[in-house]
């Protein structure tokens, strides 16, 4: 990894470099306005964090808690200082009757995984339900990670997060803003696929991730792949289990 | 009779031992510990989150409140009263001064960083070590920031400028002054810079420079802590 140690070091601008990430410029010197790793990609230099506050941005998919039902839809804690808010017809394809009472299709307290379709300069937020892989989850349980740490709890194409899926056999929805939905068989599973993620989380700035999480599911008794629970929720069409409401 | 011997042996610009650990709080999103001596400091820093009361919000940036607490046996052994003071009221201010330039939290408007300092174990400089530590925590936590503030009281002990301090120097019987100084590491600007007791104006002068060359120090040890939280082998 062609990465070095910085922090606030003072990196001499040099005529090739034209973007840069998470830094600032004083005079003919670039700073580190984060504590990261440094990465030149072509005449790119960026700071990688290492930690820090999500940032939400349109079309992340993140897992998010309903707190509160207004006149038109949900409010969604989204891990963030920022609460976000997910429209009737964006949550469901389903007809809403005026009178018809919402907390029988989202109550407060349910995990949803949504996507963010809008933010405002002012961080307000604006989420869909409505696309596949989105979905109101049931039972299984949520677990919070730093959310700088999400690209690696994934991996190169999936590999780690499927790596996980398949030994411990859970259902896994990673939400970018660091919340992931967990589900599996029984919650030993679960807690071991908690914990798996957690030690991604951890190491996540060593070399050689993937044997390391190979070793760490041996030690636990899961060398070889278990049969995945039944997806909870169907893909689309998801509100048709309301319609008799 | 002039103090040239210090009541612990230093040399006139040296620092009390200091050790610094970053990421000690695991439930904060970011944490330090700073200790100077016998003076020891926890930060945890918390958000950015919702600010309450609403009011205080600011819609074009985030904004940072800092705690500073030095609990009921910290000092010389005696109880002192717990919970909130006059003096713990104005330091938690200067802190928030003495940190507000460098925390650049206009990505996050309507929000609130939030640090509090705990000092267990005092010994004199504890807003000095509550700023090491604050600005230590505040860039585990990630937050953009355009330098680091390393913080150190100078003074002037009987005709003497001497740096960092303790206890025993700042009740020494004879003129003695005082003056916390907080320096960012880049552009050697001051933050923070009170003072008590007296001091001639050419002493004074002096002080400061002997803050920001011995803030030097300090920043370096800041910089290994947040480096080493990383590098640590298992």
């Known amino acids: ?245 | 009779m002039v103090y040239t011997k210090r009541v612990d042996g230093r040399k006139l610009d040296e620092l009390r031992p200091i050790e610094a650990k970053v990421g000690v709080i695991p439930n904060a999103k970011g944490s330090a510990m700073f200790r100077s001596g016998h003076t020891l400091a926890y930060a945890a820093v918390y958000g950015p989150r919702e600010l309450f009361p609403k009011h205080l919000q600011n819609p074009k940036k985030g904004i940072i409140r800092c705690y500073y607490n030095m609990m009921p046996f910290s000092g010389s052994g005696e109880r002192i009263r717990p919970g909130g003071n006059r003096r713990a009221q104005e330091i938690s201010m200067v802190m928030t001064n003495a940190l507000n330039p460098v925390v650049d939290l206009s990505a996050f408007p309507n929000t609130v960083v939030d640090i509090f300092v705990e000092l267990p174990q005092t010994d004199a400089g504890t807003r000095c070590a509550a700023i090491c530590a604050a600005s230590m925590a505040l860039a585990d936590a990630g937050i953009p920031m355009k330098d680091m503030v390393s913080a150190v009281a100078c003074g002037e002990v009987d005709g003497t400028v001497v740096a960092d301090l303790i206890y025993d120097e700042e009740a020494y019987d004879a003129i003695v002054s005082d003056i916390p100084v907080a320096v960012l590491h880049n552009s050697k600007e001051v933050t923070l810079l009170q003072m008590d007791g007296e001091i001639s104006k050419e002493a004074l002068l002096r002080a400061i420079q002997m803050a920001q060359k011995v803030t030097e120090k300090i920043h370096e040890i800041q910089k290994k802590a947040l480096k080493d939280k990383y590098a640590r082998e298992e």
């Open chain 1, 1 to 245: 990894m062609n990465a070095m140690w910085s922090f606030l070091e003072k990196l001499w601008l040099k005529e090739w470099i034209f973007f840069l990430e998470n830094t600032y410029r004083d005079g003919n010197k670039i700073y580190a306005k984060i504590l990261g790793l440094v990465g030149a990609a072509g005449r790119v230099i960026r700071i990688t964090p290492l930690s820090g506050p999500y940032v939400p941005r349109v079309g992340d998919k993140i897992v998010g808690k309903v707190i509160d039902i207004t006149m038109t839809g949900w409010r969604v804690d989204t891990g963030t200082a920022y609460s976000a808010l997910l429209n009737v017809k964006d949550a469901t394809t389903r007809y809403i009757k005026k009178e018809e009472d919402l907390s029988k299709i989202i109550s407060v307290g349910d995990y949803v995984v949504v996507k963010i379709i809008n933010v405002t300069s002012q961080n307000l937020i604006d989420l869909t339900m409505k696309e596949p892989g989105l979905f109101k989850t049931v039972g299984g349980r949520v677990i919070e990670i730093n959310n700088q740490k999400v690209p690696r709890v994934i991996g190169k194409q999936g590999s780690m997060i499927s790596l996980i899926k398949s030994r411990t056999g859970c259902e896994i929805t990673v939400g970018q803003n660091g919340n992931i939905w967990i589900r599996g068989h029984s919650p030993e599973n679960e807690l071991l696929a908690a914990k798996a993620i957690k030690l991604v989380e951890e190491k996540s700035h060593y070399e050689g991730l993937t044997e390391r999480m190979e070793k760490f599911l041996a030690e636990h008794g899961t060398t070889a792949d278990i049969t995945p629970v039944e997806q909870a929720a169907p893909e689309e069409n998801s509100n048709e289990r309301y319609e008799e409401n």
